[in-house]
């Protein structure tokens, strides 16, 4: 109301002023061009402002308009538009509309940027709509960046040429103004201004705005992290369900060969008495199947519990080289039956800090994996100490994995292509799953470090423990 006052006080003052000189601009015309009556002159120039009045108030009027929205914008219709608008807006792209393309526009200002902290874990702030390798994208919430933001009352304003290491992810986007925005005393984000186009900088009514706006802005951002939350949840949901149609096709597929099996020699069995011993290998092989298929879905179940933070397992020194000797000679006999040749190498006292079982499982799993689709040539197992860490690696001359199928190696319930080509090699996808989840709940980490046509390496790190022995190689062939 004050703004459209003040914009008619403006046009009239304008109009009265326009108007006084030019009716003596015609008066001076009319003299020059010969009428010498003054009365005529004084009429003549009347008759020319009453026609001119009416266009140049409509003329005023629209400069005036076009000019105070240029300079103030009402901030009360800023402030009801906006309002209204972001307590309707929960999705980051409309966000993004509302507050990095209308509302910089509006305040006159050369660009903005909006910080939401990144459910769920609540590590980093994240710049809505950016991506996330350019400087300034996200910010540690630990930093000193976001450090010298909750600190602030209202705003803090950035030096242009700042040095201090708390400016630098701002001056990086442009911004010269943030305002925290916060749900109770509660850091959610923040919203950065970038340079206004006056040369006076930020007026105060700007800033009082943005002050005003920012508990509106704070809690459409809480929406929008919500939003962003079950979206992911969603998604994870429905990866599962895909995940469990996968489990039961691979389970049944896997349980109907050694049930097959059993039933078939159990036929024969009942004909021919004296296959019993021949049978009874065949049946035990069978038994042996299904024992492992139960106890790998059942140690499913029991890893996921088992990777609840709060659950704390209990850890010791694990000496490496008699661990890795004692689960390789569980694989003698697979070695042998397929003409491969298995090596251990490791310096003796070598150590790592976990929990003995955890280990022994995952080295199972990844080893039987290496020796599973290797038809030819050496498995190698190696420990060595690198930048502190224990790292075992197992290398096999197996035909490798496709480029595409390598960030899904540790999915669970996942077999690649060849792995599903090859009937006799059976499985359900979750060997790899496991062991990871069993290497993360000691601290440690497994990745694939490099695959080929020559043949894959799988890698174990975990803390290492200082060495008891000095550190000598010893190789075992096996």
């Not at 009352?153 to 040095?163: F, I, K, S, T």
């Not at 206004?196 to 800033?207: A, D, F, H, V």
């Not at 998604?235 to 078939?264: A, M, Y």
Request: charged share 20%.
């Amino acid at each position: 109301m004050r703004v459209r006052l003040l914009g008619m006080a403006l046009v009239n003052v304008s109009l009265a002023l326009l108007l006084i000189v030019l009716y003596f601009g015609l008066l001076t015309i009319l003299l020059r061009i010969g009428v010498w009556d003054q009365m005529t002159t004084h009429m003549l120039a009347s008759v020319g402002i009453a026609v001119l009045v009416v266009p140049l108030r409509r003329r005023l009027v629209i400069v005036s308009n076009w000019l105070l929205r240029l300079r103030w914008q009402d901030g009360e219709e800023i402030l009801r538009e906006l309002s209204t608008a972001l307590s309707h807006t929960i999705e980051p792209d409309a966000l993004r509309a509302l507050l990095i393309d209308d509302l910089p526009r509006r305040l006159r200002l050369y660009r903005a940027t909006l910080w939401m902290l990144e459910p769920p874990e609540d590590h980093m702030f994240v710049a809505i709509g950016q991506e996330a390798h350019l400087p300034g994208a996200t910010i540690l919430v630990q930093g000193a960046s976001i450090s010298k933001v909750r600190r602030c009352p209202d705003y803090l304003r950035v030096p242009a040429h700042a040095e201090d290491e708390w400016a630098r992810p701002f001056v990086a986007q442009g911004i010269g103004l943030l305002v925290p925005l916060r749900i109770g005393s509660r850091l959610v984000g923040i919203y950065g201004c970038g340079w206004s186009m006056s040369r006076r900088g930020y007026s105060p009514q700007t800033i009082s705005l943005l002050v005003t706006l920012a508990p509106a802005i704070a809690s459409a951002l809480e929406n929008t992290r919500a939003y962003t939350e079950i979206a992911r949840l969603n998604s994870q949901l429905r990866r599962l369900d895909k995940l469990k149609d996968q489990f039961i096709e691979h389970v049944g597929h896997e349980l109907r060969t050694p049930v097959t099996s059993l039933s078939l020699a159990l036929q024969l069995l009942t004909r021919q008495p004296e296959l019993m011993r021949d049978l009874g290998h065949v049946m035990r092989n069978s038994i042996l199947q299904l024992e492992t298929l139960v106890d790998r879905v059942l140690l499913l179940d029991h890893t996921f519990e088992n990777a609840i933070p709060h659950i704390r397992r209990p850890s010791s020194s694990i000496e490496l080289l008699p661990l890795l000797e004692d689960v390789a000679e569980s694989f003698m006999p697979s070695v042998r039956a397929k003409g491969l040749h298995l090596q251990v190498q490791a310096p003796e006292g070598l150590a790592a800090w976990g929990e003995v079982t955890n280990l022994r499982r995952a080295l199972h799993e990844v080893i039987d994996n290496a020796i599973r689709y290797s038809d030819q040539g050496t498995v190698t197992i190696t420990a060595d100490v690198r930048d502190g860490l224990a790292v075992i690696t197992v290398a096999d001359q197996g035909p490798g994995i496709p480029p595409d199928e390598r960030d899904l190696l540790f999915n669970a319930f996942y077999r690649g292509r060849r792995t599903r080509a090859l009937a006799e090699q059976p499985g359900v996808g979750l060997g790899l799953s496991l062991a990871r989840r069993d290497i993360e709940a000691l601290s440690g980490q497994i990745w694939l470090e490099r695959t080929g046509s020559d043949g894959s390496v799988m890698c174990i790190a975990l803390p290492a423990v200082e060495l008891s022995y000095a550190e000598m190689g010893r190789e075992t062939t096996l």
